[in-house]
């Protein structure tokens, strides 16, 4: 049985990101938090991503906004508040926001703070009369509250299929939280991915040209800059699995040998083929995730999908 490092007793408490990083990498199936991907090197690999032949869902997502925006923007009205967690370049944004009429304020939250100036200065200098309020955080436990807005509604705006990102238990309690966030009259604008054949799914997360596989294995440069780890990015290997039992494709960095690793001053050790999960992309069927947004408070006024329904976007209202 392979023996793990433990603090001692005195040793300081740790802070919650590496607490949770730790405990991952400690945990039987090996795991780490998939936010830890968006990193400035990783958001500028997500957008060549975004740009791919085989990642499908931004070119059909796009294809749905440039149809459905005008009847979108109709139902959520004048002088609205946007809220957007996870805005990554903003070029979704720049499209909702010209199809809005006259939007009051705009609220982008990431994690990556060098990508949220460039997108808040972008939006700036488009939309002179926007109050453009960026905010550096994990929206993934997000605490601020967001107040009445008295001009129009609120429209929380969650494209990309991210919500595919949580458990299917966090996404109720995440999309929960949102609506509490927004207030009693928001409108949520959802995109999710409903697909479910492997031979698009997989080279989607897995192409050709090795972005993906870069933009995995650079999880592994953030935690050794961020947490003093030591992982050898050459000693592991980025694969993309279907599991059609649960419904989601998962993405591991596969140890490429026996070896042992420091992060935080903590010994982890891997076997030759052990992997570490960086992210599960479930792919809910749409009945399982009307469900899951009831569930949530919101209430769906209307779906678009495209024409083979694997993207979809959800309009729903608190």
Known sequence: MMQHAHPAPHAPALDAATAEVLDGL?????????????????AQLFERICELDEYYPTRHELALLETHLPEIAARVGPRARVIEPGSGSGRKTQRLLAALARPAVY????????????????????????????LCADYTSLDF????????????FFPGSTIGNFEP????????RLGQLAGPRATLLLGADANTDPETLVPAYDDREGVTSAFDLNLLAHVNRRFAGTFDLAAFQHRAVWNAARSRVEMHLVSLRRQAVTVAGQRIDFARGEPIVTEHCYKHPPGALAALIAAAGWRVRETFADERGWMRLWLAER
């Open 26 to 42: 400690h945990a039987p199936r090996k795991r780490l938090p998939c936010k830890l991907l968006y990193d400035a090197a990783g």
């Open 107 to 134: 609220v982008p939250i990431d994690v990556s703070g060098e990508q949220l100036e460039e997108t808040a200065t972008e939006l700036r200098r488009a939309f002179p009369g926007l109050d453009v309020r960026p």
């Open 145 to 156: 509250a967001a107040g009445p807005h008295d001009e129009g509604r609120t429209l929380v």
């Open 169 to 176: 238990d966090q996404a109720r309690a995440f999309l929960a």
